[in-house]
């Protein structure tokens, strides 16, 4: 089947890359919206507007399904797509119900996600669904997609930012970091370092891919603890039946390529944290 994974930027190749390990088989059309990232600091109008055009040239590629790869888009923009479309649109949201179950006594956990996440209602009746204990705070760190796209995952810059917005928290009574954004899984080696080992990093891509998955009556790869690298950018293309997009032009050459090549290696790497 061909999939259609989107996101403002290069966060989507976190679900992208969880989609290899779990539905290898399948083609994928993966599309960045370079020109409009960050989404998280913008209005839904606006965001609808990204969503709508990109849509439309994902369905105009024959795609059978829809992820959007991206929490901010899907908060604002879910609805609207699955009202206009009737294939499978499948969204993503903030892995807060797994992260506050697994909490025990008196744990508390953070939820990390981009202003526009924070501020819609869709997290809002997520939480009084799931957080019966009031567990949760919430954090935005906008700054962490500009980091993500330029690729600054381990710089005293970033680990200032991470510290600065850390430092209201008493980081021991935290049982787990909710990313709820996904530009945010390229900096798990430094949640890691900051928060301890006892705090347990919940994305939503596995149970995004699951979901997709049942959705389209696919069988779910089995062995996903292997790492998938490559050495020469077209291999990301050819061995994985992929087409990238930024913003409608599709990306061919080897030194766009060698971008997506390297943050996808940065993800393998990244997996266990
Ligand atoms: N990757 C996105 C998300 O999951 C949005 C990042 C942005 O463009 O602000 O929320």
Known sequence: MRIGIFDSGMGGLSVLDEAYHLLPDQEYIFYADKKHVPYGVKTDEEIRGFVDEIAAFLISKKVDAIVIACNTATSVAVAGLRQKYDIPIIGMEPAVKPAVESAEGSDRVIVMATPVTIREEKLSRLLSR??????????????????????????????????????????????????????????????????????????????????LGDVLGLDINKDINNRIYFNSPQDIVVYRKTTYYESGDEITDNERLSKYLRMLDRLEFVRDF
């Open 130 to 211: 799931v957080d019966v204990k009031h567990r949760v705070d919430l954090l935005d760190m906008p700054k962490l997609v500009e980091f993500a796209e330029s690729e600054v995952f381990d710089s005293e810059e970033v680990r200032d930012y991470l510290k600065e917005k850390f430092a209201p928290f008493d980081t021991t009574k935290y049982s787990a970091l909710v990313l709820g954004c996904t530009h945010f899984n390229y900096f798990k080696p430094l949640y890691r370092e900051l928060l301890g080992d006892r705090i347990r990093l919940m994305d939503g891509n596995n149970g995004t891919i699951r979901h």
